[in-house]
């Protein structure tokens, strides 16, 4: 079988960040004009209605994050794969936390910044690999939101988390399940979307995530999202672009915008091979 018709492939920090980055490196305004809303949540959001605004499913789907994680007032978060940090800016200003993110992106942190600095919460962000970072203080809940399919070393991931957590902390991911083995055979379509980022994806099934979970030590649950949540988040982004396809081609060029579009619309097709679910792991009792 072909390398480029395969998942899973493992890479070094440097080279993971240099492909993590083919795709994030691009300007913020480019992302923000197609994820829309407040705070530029580039996962799939939850919807009352088709119609309504991005900014309110952004905040619907952070608040149950934090339901999940159970957040309170002066818990330390960390957000693995913050982005531009819209969604820990949130949660550390509705919360009243303190916040880390970690990104691989010295664009998304220069504006991760910006945001943090205009909304006047306590949160950082560093540049770094979750492979290479290495907290000085516990922190109360660990979250991440469709980012852990970039991770080959999984289980690695798990354990890191667990080492950072409290004891009483909690691990909530959000993150697209394959339905069956094999989904993970690319063809054209996955190829292509692949390709966008960096050959960094690593699709697999919930049980083999709920597996690298237990081992690491946590106790293990499951809350699904219905597709339908995801497939109109990506109408809205294509929406979004449509709408101001002149500006977005001036900064990214008439190609970039194309191939972005047809991703979309391939990630859209996709979801029937997947499930969308939120898995969240507590420590095991001593």
């Known amino acids: ?21 083919v795709h ?32 309110t499913a952004q905040e619907r789907k952070l608040d149950r994050t934090a339901e999940l994680a159970g957040l309170k007032p002066g818990m ?9 940090a819209g969604p820990l800016t949130y949660l550390c200003k509705k919360y009243d936390l ?36 290495n907290p000085i203080e516990k922190f109360d ?31 909530v991911n959000k993150e697209l399940h394959l339905m069956h083995p094999r989904h993970a055979l ?20 919930l049980a083999d995530e709920l597996q690298f979970g237990y081992d690491a030590g946590f106790e293990m649950s499951v809350h699904n999202i219905p597709r339908e949540h995801y497939e109109v988040t990506i109408d809205h982004w294509l929406a979004n672009m449509y709408e101001k396809r002149d500006r977005i081609k001036e900064l990214v060029g008439e190609e970039h915008y ?3 579009r047809i991703y979309l619309k391939l990630a859209r097709r996709i979801q029937r091979n997947v499930t ?10 001593a």
């Open 24 to 55: 994030y490196e691009q300007p913020p305004e480019f992302f923000y004009s197609i994820t829309g809303g407040e705070w530029n949540v580039y996962s799939c959001n939850l919807f009352d209605s088709p119609d309504e605004d991005d900014t």
């Open 258 to 260: 194309r191939n972005f």
């Open 186 to 205: 690319l063809e054209r379509g996955g190829e292509f979307v692949s390709k966008i980022y960096g050959d960094t994806g690593n699709y697999r099934l």
């Open 141 to 171: 809940a660990v979250v991440t939101d469709e980012v852990i399919v970039h991770f080959n070393n999984l289980g690695g991931f798990f354990e890191k988390c667990f080492g950072w957590l409290t004891d009483t902390g909690v691990m």
């Open 1 to 21: 079988m072909k390398q480029e018709h395969q998942l899973y492939h493992s890479y070094s920090v440097t080279e993971d960040q240099e492909r993590t980055n």
């Open 76 to 84: 330390r978060i960390i957000d693995v794969g913050c982005g531009w």
């Open 98 to 133: 303190q916040g880390v993110g970690l990104t691989l992106s010295p664009t998304q942190k220069a504006a991760a910044e910006e945001r943090i600095r205009k909304h006047g919460v306590d949160a950082r962000i560093e540049v770094v690999h979750w492979e290479e970072y």
């Open 276 to 285: 969308l679910d939120y898995v969240v792991g507590r420590k095991r009792p």
